[in-house]
């Protein structure tokens, strides 16, 4: 691996950790800070909402600098503000340091997703972009893991030590391997914001934000869901959320391969489909523990075989507006989570069981599928006009 592709792998890896360690560690910030899980699950919100707010606005403010300081310079705020979580004394500052925390997320994804494809060899641009979310998987395999061990045994803030350290290595990292890259994108602002105004990219972040929302209506809430519904013991909790970071890891590259060879939007569609099903399995056979583990598994699995098509996907779609598009489909990326936190904790205030987010998942998943038909119709219709034009060209030549 190129070390500056291993720079923005480590980068992934803290950031993953910082994002998905939550998850394990809800019921131990719950107590530790004497609220309710439903109340610690808006922690997750807060910094999905983060990267919403940050992925466009740090992408539109930092335009006029070299991928490099900018990279660096996420990266640097990235470890200060996780910093602060290890300090915060109660709920309130613990939201605004995740809330905090959340804004370098979805811009530093963004500018390394352009990045990695400049520095890939050719057609194997996807395969160059999941190297990066590489780490964002083995995050979910090592460092969520430990993060959550940490949490059980010893204190949840040991968690945000683990990620503001290597929100420290990453930034020297940079500094060392990352190489001088010009300025990516020479288009003005009002080009760039052009791309909002095409339908295809909206429909693009439709099944990304509701899409992908369903993986976290599951697991926002998967340690209470493995101890209360399936009865595993709160020790185990880290190992299987090991399993699920080791299917995210095999997804990430085997999506990475695939987007390299077909249609992305088919993979996208077919995918959500996967995670419905996936979904359907939890939700009426998570008390078998066999079939919780598997489970666990093919939806981490299936999770990031999504990530590289759905990327490529939206960068084809922004033509001039790369980094913007990139960094936009992460804010999209965190939307799904703070909905799916939100919306999968709806039915467990109104007293229902942990298996019951599952349900909320399948729908939103679907109503991705759904956007993602559109795209492929629309997609055809344009082919079809294309052809037709190029006919008529032909037709009046002759």
Known sequence: ??????????????????????????????????????????????????????????????????PKTILMALMLMFTLFNGLCI????????FLFRFLSGLPHGAFFGVGAVVAQRLADKGKEAQAMSMMYLGLTLANLLGVPLG?????NVSWRYA???????????????????????????????????FFFRKEAWLIMWATAIGTGGFFCWYSYIAPLLTEVSGFSPSHVPYIMALAGAGMCIGNLVGGKLADRYSHAKLCALFLAGMMASLLSVYFLAEYRAVMLASTFITGTLVMMLSAPIQ??????????????????????????????????????????????????????????MAIAVLLR????TTLNQKQNSAMQQNNKA
Request: charged letters at 10%; proline letters at 5%.
């Open 87 to 94: 300090v915060a004394p109660n709920y309130k500052s613990l």
């Open 148 to 152: 959550t061990f940490l949490g059980h």
């Open 312 to 369: 490529m996907l939206m960068i084809q779609t922004a033509k001039g507006a790369e980094t913007l598009a990139s960094a936009t489909l992460q804010a999209c990326f965190n939307i799904g989570n703070a909905l799916g936190a939100f919306l999968g904790g709806l039915p467990l205030v109104a007293g229902y069981s942990y298996a019951s987010p599952q349900l909320v998942g399948v729908i939103m998943a679907a109503l991705g599928i």
């Open 378 to 381: 629309l997609n055809k219709k």
């Open 160 to 194: 945000f030590i683990l990620v503001a350290t290597t929100g420290a290595l990453t930034w020297l990292s940079l500094r060392l391997w990352m190489p001088f890259l010009p300025k990516d994108n020479p288009h003005n602002l009002r080009t760039q914001l052009g």
């Open 1 to 66: 691996m190129k070390k500056s592709l291993f720079a923005l792998m480590l980068g992934g890896f803290g950031i993953g950790t910082t994002e998905f360690v939550m998850m394990g560690i809800l019921p131990d910030i719950a107590y530790s800070l004497g609220i309710s899980i439903p109340q610690a699950g808006h922690l997750i919100s807060a910094y999905a909402l983060g990267v919403v707010v940050g992925a466009p606005l740090l992408v539109m403010m930092a335009h006029r600098f070299t």
